[in-house]
């Protein structure tokens, strides 16, 4: 059953684990987040043993240098740290300690526009025929605004009239991210080098921030409206996003990762669509290693929602291209808040964990997704999200999803001895990671469980899959193969029992499961599911 031959690289094999690291762990008590808490907490993500939660990679968002504006998501220098996280030896210090417990790091990077004050834009800026000016996508003053396009994160047209050589200049999050102009060599040049500098000092990949923003149209033209009251959603985006051209640099960025041993490439790509999405895996897979799914942060509670949305992803996906799947990310609103439903809250986030875990493809966590943290309503005055800051009504930011983690039951939640950056969720004192540590059924448990069966067995890490009940209503069953291993998931997302519809005898055992033990036999056709159970079972041969 649980074979000890394991190929595939290992982002395919492996859990990738995000950080957002203003608010992961404070060192030296300032209230944010820095490498030295990222460093103090390796142990707990993976020290080898089973009593750690056993990813095999962190994403980190952004720690370069940065105004934070955008928390990071506005660079002034690619190739330092800010001092807020620390500095670029506290960074190796965290490669060498991450790799020494097998840990890979991946590192964020932001290349479709920097910070207004990186050295590039202030030169960019200086004078029309400065040699950065072509940097940034600069455009004449015929007296109106070039085009319609919108900066996503002020509602506002995406163009900024610069006084000092009376021209426009686009960013279209805000005013403070000028978007570099992909189409200039020089620039392209400078980014290749600051990749190939991270790849250098051993750094496992990167997660590409808003890839399919990176080329704009080349002559400008406007985008249709349409109704929405999702600030990203008013436009139809023809010309501002996902322009053809944009496949051929992540050609070549993969082509520079490919002179590497085993890194990586995951992009952002902000769509709706997934077709658009998995686009940009490549047609000869010779893009990005995976397109992120995030069909499943707009996903309601819903088995056969769930089913469709899988089956749709899995047909879209290039052939040879490895899926992924993620629940909660920093941008969208956590999915244990998402699926709440009073006290089968905690049963939900059980199911949700097991399929994110069991199906083909990565799994990516998002930081204290694994002990269940939820999204609070934060006050106004406490709201640091620039896209909740400008007071619209409806439209708050994403701070709720970014509160800081809840690490135990002293004040602030172990996170810091002082008043961190954002609040801590009011629910801290019982829900944190050393109350969940200590009891048997926690979700912090739940995770570590599945973590390392998937580790331990090939089929779940890397077989296919296979729908048994092709017409689901509250069940999703299904099989995962590789070689002669094999296992089957069974979840149930309704609050009532159920019983199977289909029509294979098979008896199976227990692996792993919410309501029987290890080793208890079953028969699939004639199995009574409790409420919201999770049940991986495995043929006896
Ligand atoms: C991506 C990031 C988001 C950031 C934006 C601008 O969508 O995930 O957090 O604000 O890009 O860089
Ligand atoms: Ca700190």
């Known amino acids: 059953m649980q074979g000890t031959v394991r190929t595939g690289p290992w982002w395919k094999r492996g859990v990738i ?81 991450a790799h020494k417990r097998n840990i890979k790091v991946i590192m964020d990077l932001v290349i479709n526009h920097t910070s207004d004050v990186h050295p590039w834009f202030i030169e960019s800026r200086k004078s029309k025929n400065n040699p950065k000016r072509d940097w940034y996508i600069w455009h004449e003053d015929k007296g109106k605004k070039p085009n319609n396009w919108v900066a996503s994160f002020e509602m506002k047209n995406a163009w900024w009239f610069d006084e000092n050589t009376k021209e426009f200049y686009l960013g279209t999050f805000t005013r403070h991210q000028p978007e570099l102009n992909w189409r200039n060599p020089e620039l392209k040049k400078a980014v290749y080098n600051m990749i190939r500098y991270w790849l250098d000092l ?19 033209r406007n985008n249709p409206w349409r109704l929405s009251l999702n600030p990203i959603a008013v436009q139809r985006h023809l010309y501002d996003r996902n322009r053809p051209e944009t496949h051929e640099i992540c050609r070549e960025i993969r082509a520079i990762t490919d002179q590497y041993e085993d890194r990586m490439l995951v992009g952002e790509i902000y769509t709706n669509e997934t077709r658009e999405a998995v686009s940009y895996h490549g047609k000869e897979n010779d893009e990005l290693h995976m397109a992120f799914n995030f069909s499943f942060l707009f996903q309601k509670w819903c088995a056969k929602g769930f089913y469709n949305n899988i089956l749709e992803y899995y047909h879209a996906l290039p052939a040879d291209a490895w899926p992924n799947f993620t629940l909660s990310n920093h941008d969208q609103p956590r999915h244990y808040y998402r699926y709440r439903d009073g006290k089968y809250t905690d049963a939900r986030a059980k199911v949700a964990a097991a399929l994110l875990m069991t199906l083909r493809g990565t799994p990516f966590i998002y930081y204290g997704e694994e002990i269940g943290m939820t999204c609070e309503r934060i006050a106004r005055k406490d709201i640091q999200d620039p896209l909740g800051k400008k007071g619209w009504p409806f439209i708050r930011g994403r701070d709720a999803e970014r509160t800081p983690m809840q690490w135990d039951a002293s004040p602030y939640a172990g996170f810091s001895t002082v008043r961190p950056w954002l609040p801590v969720n009011s629910d801290y004192k019982h829900k944190n990671v050393s109350t969940q540590s200590k009891e048997k059924n926690s979700l912090l448990a739940f995770y570590k469980a599945l973590i390392w069966l998937r580790k331990r067995n090939n089929a779940l890490s890397l077989g296919d899959i296979e729908f048994m009940e092709k017409d689901p209503k509250e069940v999703l069953i299904y099989k995962r193969k590789y070689g002669d291993e094999e296992v089957t998931v069974v979840l149930n997302f309704s609050k009532r029992q159920q019983r199977l519809q289909i029509d294979t005898a098979g008896k199976e055992k227990t692996l792993f499961g919410t309501h029987r033990s290890k080793g208890e036999e079953i028969f699939l056709n004639q199995l009574a599911l409790y409420p919201y159970e999770v049940l991986i079972a495995g043929s006896l041969n």
């Not at 051993?202 to 400008?220: H, L």
């Open 17 to 97: 684990y995000q950080i957002y690291p203003r608010s992961f762990m404070d060192s030296n008590q300032d209230g944010i987040g820095d490498i030295q808490g990222v460093i103090a907490k390796l142990d707990y993500l993976n020290d080898g043993s089973e009593n750690s939660l056993g990813i095999d990679a962190i994403w980190i968002s952004p720690i370069y240098k940065s105004p934070m504006k955008d928390f990071g998501y506005d660079i002034s220098d690619y190739t330092d740290i800010d001092v807020i996280f620390g500095s670029k030896a506290e960074f190796i210090q965290l490669l060498g300690e």
């Open 202 to 220: 051993g750094v496992d990949g990167f997660r590409m921030d808003v890839v399919n923003w990176y080329i704009k149209d080349d002559q400008f």
